[in-house]
Each structure stands twice: as structure tokens, then as C-alpha cells.
């Protein structure tokens, strides 16, 4: 799989909408971006994924650069409950079912 | 409640005994992972499954023996653990598909003493 850089860490102010990067220059043409989140003393969760185009949902944003080296997950409005730490993953989809995380960024939110 | 379900929640073992994890989901997945994350490291695949057969064992030490019976149960055997493989175990399922979400459970956090 290839790798993916993102900050240790970074802090928000409560309300306020949240960019958090990741770098992905030796990314594949057959390789999905995907972003999962961990909150304290749970397992990950899904957040969003995709491919070239920009993408919403619910929960965030993707915004996918065009070159598809970077892309930035955002937020739109912060809460307390969005305290986590937010992993960036690179997927092959001619890969197997592999899902390999990284250090991730952890994401503090400022009352 | 991510529709996957892993007991015991917490576990504390002796370095001679034999305990099994165990991992459920009923959200008709193909696809099931054990993930292992000790403190202050990400978290590394130990194994995954497609259809019941191993397709994946990430160099793990045969003290940790998967069982996947079917599709909707995984075990993770564990015996004659050392004291570093304290840590929290996460299983995962996901569809066969090679580009959908992974629900995780809430995992087991285990203490060999």
C-alpha cells in the first residue's frame, strides 16, 4: 500500500469548520482515499472515502486534490464529540481487503 | 453500536493460560479483520478473512491462532501470551467488495500478567 503523511496533531476551536491534510504523493490510479476516525476507548470508524472527485457526506467532507497527491478531510463545523484521531488510508482496489493505518492526526477541539 | 460485537470487553490472562477473543457481526459481511493496537503505536492487521479462508497473516506469532467457522464469527485463540502482547484487539468486517467502509468493534483490551 502506499503511504500516506499526515500532522501528529492539530487544534480546533469549537464550531469552527477544521482541514485536516494528507499527503499521498506516490499514490496509484487504482488506490481510494479513505478516512476513518478513532475516538477515545472505541474502535475506528468509517468517515468517507473516494476516488478523484470531491465528496460529502453526512459526517465531512473529501476534497481531493487534482493531481490526487494530497487531499484534506474537512469538517465543517466542529464539535466537542469530533475529538479523535483521524487516520488518511490509501486503498488499492486491485489490492486485497487490506486496511493498514498510520500514525493519523490527533485532532483536539477547543471549547 | 457499529453492528460488530466483540467479547469478552476486557481480559486479564497469565502468561500459561489459553482464553479466546471472540468477534460477531450479522451484517452479512464477507470480509472479517483482527487488528492489534498496543499503546502509543497505530494499529497493526494481524489477519483477515474472505469467505472463511485466511487470506492474510501479517507475521504473527502462532500463540495468536484464528478461527473463522463462518462468515458471521471469528475467534482469535490465545495461549502462552508474554506481556507485550497487552493491548487492545480490534476485529473488523467489511463487504467482499475491495472499496467498502470497515465497521470495527469496540474490542478487547487484553492484560497478560
Known amino acids: 500500500d502506499a503511504k500516506t503523511t499526515q500532522p501528529n496533531s492539530m487544534e480546533s476551536n469549537e464550531e469552527e469548520p477544521v482541514h485536516l491534510p494528507c499527503n499521498h504523493s506516490t499514490i496509484s490510479g487504482t488506490d481510494y482515499i479513505h478516512w476513518y476516525r478513532q475516538l477515545p476507548s472505541q474502535g475506528p470508524e468509517y468517515v468517507i472515502h473516494g476516488l478523484t472527485s470531491n465528496v460529502n457526506n453526512r459526517m465531512a467532507s473529501l476534497a481531493i486534490a487534482e493531481d490526487r497527491k494530497s487531499s484534506t478531510l474537512i469538517l465543517h463545523r466542529a464539535t466537542l464529540r469530533d475529538a479523535a484521531v483521524y487516520y488518511c488510508?490509501?486503498?488499492?482496489?486491485?489490492?486485497?481487503?487490506?486496511?493498514?493505518f498510520g500514525t493519523g492526526t490527533r485532532l483536539t477541539i477547543i471549547p | 453500536e457499529t453492528g460488530v460485537t466483540q467479547t469478552p470487553r476486557h481480559l486479564v490472562m497469565g502468561m500459561t493460560n489459553k482464553k479466546s477473543l471472540k468477534c460477531e457481526q450479522h451484517?452479512?459481511?464477507?470480509?472479517m479483520y483482527w487488528y492489534k493496537q498496543s499503546a502509543k503505536k497505530p494499529l497493526e492487521l494481524m489477519f483477515v478473512?474472505?469467505?472463511?479462508?485466511?487470506?492474510e497473516n501479517n507475521s504473527v506469532p502462532s500463540r495468536f491462532s484464528p478461527e473463522c467457522p463462518n462468515s458471521s464469527h471469528l475467534f482469535l485463540h490465545l495461549h502462552t501470551l508474554q506481556p507485550e502482547d497487552s493491548a487492545l484487539y480490534l476485529c473488523a468486517s467489511s463487504q467482499d467488495s475491495k472499496n467498502t467502509e470497515a465497521f470495527f468493534g469496540q474490542g478487547t483490551r487484553l492484560t497478560v500478567v
Open positions: 488510508i490509501l486503498r488499492d482496489v486491485l489490492g486485497n481487503e487490506k486496511l493498514t
Open positions: 451484517l452479512g459481511h464477507n470480509a
Open positions: 478473512y474472505s469467505l472463511e479462508e485466511r487470506v
